[in-house]
């Protein structure tokens, strides 16, 4: 068996393109070989992948598209030949980007029509959750199968950036959280939910926001006016921007709570992330959440930041509820080491 896996782009500190490694590795391991080919590939991970412009047609192969983005590359499986399958990732709905910007509108709207058209194009559809395949079952996709977002759980026992940790490591407790600055994150609602905190329970508190502000400055700019107009400083809210792999751990160690206003997800890895560094979580109800979560976590289904604040405050502080959460995370851990191993996978690829 030959398996080829297909991104518009393979980057860097990416959870797609680290399942896709996650795979890669396993397969050569197992003797089969693979490869990754790529639109896009960062210049650090170019040893470890090929460009989509260089890539010779293999009629044997596997072909596998990881799909979250439309791209040329849906063209390229409408008329390749052989076995195909699609693994799907979500498309994040167009109206979240309608205050910030057309371009992206359009382009999450092209995306969702590259989906339609790529319906009947695989044998086999792996969604990384039940919410997504719920969305590909609902766009007449046959076969569809739910595996969860693979990656290597070894990578979070490497060392943590000593000095990045000592950096923010003080009094305050960290709340943290991880991913693109993107209005469906919903960052502003982090925010609103730190300045109850800090107004009407301890000032000794800071939001942590590790991820990449670039996919939209419009929105960034918004999100640091809010702070401002709320009368939060820098030492009140650390936006990292995107940092290496050994910061981002230093910052789940640092993190007494990870806090999720999202309203969107196809999975969540940060939520599988938190409970491997035992890290208590309080998360939105929306999207994949609950389902990824499997009750390691407390789920809200409003959002009253007041509330919020005043749970936040409660997890951090209460012995009790604190270790249970911790102990939940634990288990679910363990949980998702036996649904995620890469032999479940390589069984549904031989099908």
Do not use: W
């Not at 596998?64 to 590359?73: D, E, G, K, R, T």
């Not at 270790?323 to 996978?345: D, V």
């Amino acid at each position: 068996m030959i398996v080829e896996q297909f991104l518009p782009a393979f980057h860097y500190g990416d959870a797609i393109g680290n399942s896709a490694y996650c795979l890669h590795e396993f397969l050569i391991e197992k003797g089969i070989e693979s490869k990754i080919i790529g639109l896009t590939i960062d210049e650090n991970m170019r040893d470890k992948a090929t460009f989509f412009e260089d890539y010779k047609k293999n009629p044997k192969s596997l072909k596998i598209l990881h799909f979250a983005v439309p791209s040329p590359l849906t063209d390229f499986f409408l008329q390749a030949k052989g076995k195909k399958m699609m693994v799907y990732h979500n498309v994040t709905p167009s109206y979240f980007f309608a205050d910030f910007s057309d371009d992206l509108v359009r382009f999450t709207n092209e995306g969702r029509k590259h989906l339609e058209r790529l319906n009947s194009c695989f044998d086999t559809a792996i969604a990384v959750s039940d919410y997504n395949a719920g969305e590909l079952k609902a766009l007449n996709y046959k076969n569809v199968k739910v595996f969860p977002l693979m990656i290597s759980l070894g990578d979070y026992s490497k060392p943590h950036s000593i000095a990045y940790h000592n950096l923010l490591k003080d009094d305050r407790k960290n709340i943290i959280f991880i991913g693109r600055i993107t209005p469906n994150k919903k960052i502003e609602d982090l925010i609103k939910t730190l300045f109850f905190y800090k107004k009407y329970l301890s000032p000794s508190v800071r939001l942590i926001v590790a991820g990449n502000p670039a996919t939209l400055p419009k929105y960034f700019h918004a999100v640091r006016d809010l702070a401002s107009r709320f009368y939060l400083s820098s030492d009140d809210i650390v936006f990292t921007g995107h940092i290496p792999f050994a910061e981002l751990l230093s910052i789940y160690k640092l993190g007494d709570l990870y806090l999720s206003m999202s309203e969107h997800e196809g999975f969540c890895l940060p939520l599988i992330e938190s409970c491997f560094f035992q890290v208590p979580i309080i998360a939105y109800d929306a999207g994949a959440i609950s389902e990824t979560l499997r009750g390691a976590g407390l789920v809200v289904k409003e959002k009253n930041y007041e509330y919020i604040a005043g749970l936040a405050e409660k997890v951090m502080h209460d012995n009790e509820l604190n270790a249970k959460l911790k102990k939940l995370g634990s288990e679910r851990i363990e949980e998702y080491r036996r649904e995620a191993r890469p032999e479940g996978l390589l069984k549904i690829l031989q099908e």
